[in-house]
Antibody
């Protein structure tokens, strides 16, 4: 059974940093692209970033490139999202998701972790 | 502003067929598969269509299609449990990024 479990969310002050983690199980983690998706309160889904299984290619939403960094440790079956220079607009639930293959988006989702940026 | 457009809301009665649309351009929907996600009351999104494939466990009353730069998700035989927000997702070659549509709220009358 595919499982994705995010952690690392919480309250952070504006301008601060946070690193999210997503532990994967139930599939060969290193064979899959992995994604981060976020959703601000009351708003729609926003794609954040994706990273190839061998870490050779990373893509980002244009508006987040430069502040957010996606990475992974295949030995630990763990995906990360480093978020810097956070603002209130980054307040959201952040979901980790597995790539569906063939350019078909994502198939499995984690439960999400809430990040609140506030003073 | 999303590169994709979706109806803000669609409604139907139990058993009715409803069709949701997701419109883009030649850089995204015209060139890439489209996935659809169901989100009930801002819970965890669930995949209901991945390109032309129905994910395991999704009822076959859900179907997807694409024509040019518009993708569609059809629910044939609407059920009360289908009331949710539905989002489309596709790769945009001009942005080198995935993009979600703004979502459609489906209401079962």
């Amino acid at each position: 059974e595919v499982k994705l479990l995010e952690s690392g969310g919480g309250l952070v002050q504006p301008g601060g940093s946070l690193r999210l983690s997503c532990v994967a199980s139930g599939f060969s983690f290193s064979d899959y692209w992995m994604h981060w998706v976020r959703q601000s309160p009351g708003k729609g889904l926003v794609w954040v970033a994706r990273l190839k299984g061998d870490r050779s290619v990373a893509d980002y939403a244009a508006s987040l490139r430069g502040r957010f960094t996606i990475s992974r440790d295949n030995a630990k079956n763990t995906l990360y999202l480093q978020m810097d220079s956070l603002t209130a607009e980054d307040t959201a639930v952040y979901y980790c998701a597995r790539d569906a293959g063939g350019g078909r988006g994502v198939d499995y989702w984690g439960q999400g972790t809430l990040v609140t940026v506030s003073s | 502003q999303s590169a994709l457009t979706q109806e803000a809301s669609v409604s139907g009665t139990v058993g009715q067929k409803v069709t949701l649309s997701c419109t883009g351009n030649t850089n995204n929907i015209g060139s890439s598969p489209v996935a659809w996600y169901q989100q009930i009351s801002h819970g965890v999104p669930k995949s209901v269509m991945l390109g032309n494939s129905l994910p395991s466990g999704i009822p076959d009353r859900f179907s997807g299609s694409k024509s040019g730069t518009t993708a569609s998700l059809t629910i044939s035989g609407l059920q009360p449990e289908d009331e949710a927000n539905y989002y489309c997702l596709t790769w945009d070659y001009s942005l080198s990024a995935y993009v979600f549509g703004p979502g459609t709220k489906v209401t079962v009358l």
